[in-house]
């Protein structure tokens, strides 16, 4: 049969519907969805695997299921490859014929030297763990000392009460034995430790829960919100860049922690590591200010976590740009 031009452009209920009336079969499908991704790929360049071949085969014999037949994309997350792409500070109207790198603008040519060799960054290399091994050192002392005050809370209820003596006659005292007063005085000392141990123990469990994730956020719900944040101080910042720094041409890298609440509100704002100028120190500090609020937690994040520390590293261009590694 003739597939229509607008096949693949179903949604999946339509296509469905129409394997199961026998009107087309799999492999038209798929046929007509390799059609449409050659066509329109190259302009969004959005599919890295296409195994068209395979997809053909697997249509042949679709299997059972409610959508067997019916082709999809699946969105790749795990395996994607980095790109690396070079900030340049200069561009140029013609594009060179053969690019050497991936950069944000075309620059045909440039610098002092024939030779083959790549512009590096004057600023100084971190260190790339710094930041993560500093949060992880964190969230190691609090669990630890969360652990040893639980010890302590509990080896205080297993001691045995001490009884109050009876007032002893003369004849019955022995010297080496502490008296009735200092038995009691003891006990209330102990009752008294064992209710600041308590009250401690609620208080610091009452206190808000706080998560530490650096630039390389592990899960994908801390991912997620974090880049989102990330952009909102980029874009403000660089509609907000310093008129000073760009005056006096000053550059350079800051490590700055954010704390925000579950509201999108900013609770502090602290410089871990100075870029060494005040101006841009003070500069990052306002940035973040002014694009306060954020977006508040969604709920995967706010069901354990009230305070949301970020700790990355933000840099003041050549280019007069601000950006976060």
Known sequence: MTI????????????????RAGDVTGSELVAAAITRAERIDPTVNAIIHSRFERALDEAAAPGDGPCAGVPIVI?????????????VNAKTKEKPTKADVLAQANLDGGGNTD????????????????????ITVATQKVDELQRQASELLTAIKAMPSVPVAPKATEAEEKPDLPSSSEMMQRTLEAMRLEAQIAKDMDAYQKRPKRRFVGARAEEYRFARYVEDWRLKVERVGNMNYPEAARARKLYGSLLLTVSIRADGSVETVEVSRSSGHRILDAAAVRIVEMSAPYAAFPPDVRRDTDILHITRTWTFTKGDELVSQ
């Open 75 to 87: 969105k790749d997350l795990g395996r994607a490859q980095p790109i690396e792409v070079a900030l």
């Open 4 to 19: 229509p031009d607008d096949l693949a452009a179903l949604d999946v209920t339509a296509q469905v519907a129409l394997l």
């Open 115 to 134: 030779k083959d060799r790549r512009a590096k960054s004057p600023l100084p290399v971190l260190p790339k763990d710094s930041a993560q091994n500093e």
